[in-house]
């Protein structure tokens, strides 16, 4: 059977935070595709604010910003239900940076219960503001294995990771059929409710276990240089993937180089292909 190259429409939700950022380096990241003649897929790229808008979408993007923020004005603009649709039900490509990562961990702690909302999608526990306040933000230097040879020249550079407030992947939890129960026992944590996947294929993101994509050694001079909170183990996780759902705890957004840009894009391209061939065969049956 074969799929034709589809358009998909990346949105980047604009409530609160940094997504203008992230829709400049998704531009850049499209353009690098064509260059690179990966596929003839027509990109689209969309500031999402409201449900509708939502809809429309085949990918998105929680930006960095402020985690509490994010949620509070998602619950108010009637987005809160719709994004958990997106992304546990539907169980489309979504990246979640920073902020978004927090959002999009089914269990955050150094909270209070009522602060916020989770979205929920990664069967993690995230430390919230793990690295400091803001003043002691940093970047560091990192090899990232999983962008393999995009762009070309730059496959082997390491890549700028910045790191603002950042939070951390504390712990990788046990998948569970509903909430996260003994996350929602611990104190000051709070935990994403739980959503059923729409079909067999949302159903197979769903069983994906956790990739830890990238971790920063605690033994980092730039880590060194902020002891706001414990580093009790070996390294810190700073990026995980679950089927169809992405995390970092740093800003890609904040630097000028796309390549995590483009290896996502060719994630989700890959997601949409995988989407319509079950759709074609579903409808064959």
């Known amino acids: 059977m074969t799929v034709s190259e589809p358009d998909v429409t990346v949105g980047v939700l604009a409530l609160q935070g940094a997504f203008s950022e992230h829709l400049q380096l998704l531009r850049q990241a499209a353009a690098s595709l064509e260059k690179k003649n990966i596929d003839g897929s027509k990109w689209r790229f969309l500031e999402i604010r409201t449900p509708e808008e939502l809809r429309l979408c085949d990918a998105l993007i929680l930006p960095g910003g402020e985690s509490t923020t994010m949620s509070l004005v998602a619950a108010r603009s009637g987005m809160l239900e719709p994004l958990r649709e997106f992304v546990k039900v539907l169980r489309k490509p979504t990246w979640g940076t920073c902020a978004g990562l927090i959002l999009l961990a089914e269990s955050a702690n150094r909270t209070k219960k009522g602060g916020q909302d989770l979205i929920g999608g990664l069967d993690v526990r995230v430390n919230r503001n793990h690295f400091g306040r803001q003043v002691e933000s940093f970047q560091t230097n990192l090899s990232l294995p999983f962008l393999g040879d995009s762009l070309g020249k730059r496959a082997n550079q390491p890549f700028r990771c910045v790191f603002i407030r950042a939070p951390v992947v504390e712990k990788i939890l046990p998948h569970r059929a509903g909430i996260q129960t003994e996350e929602a026992s611990r104190e000051g944590t709070i935990v994403a409710p739980s959503q059923k996947p729409a079909d067999d294929l949302a159903k ?6 956790v990739e830890i994509m990238a971790a920063l ?14 580093h009790p183990g070996a390294e810190d996780i700073i990026a995980v993937r679950q089927g169809n759902v992405f995390g970092t705890s740093f800003h890609p957004e904040l630097t000028d180089d796309p390549r995590i840009h483009v290896w996502w894009l060719e994630e989700v391209l890959k997601a949409v292909q995988r989407r319509e061939q079950f759709e074609v065969a579903d409808r064959t049956r």
């Open 217 to 230: 050694s605690t033994h980092s001079p730039a880590l060194q240089n902020n002891q706001e909170h414990d």
């Open 204 to 209: 197979e993101e769903l069983q994906a276990e």
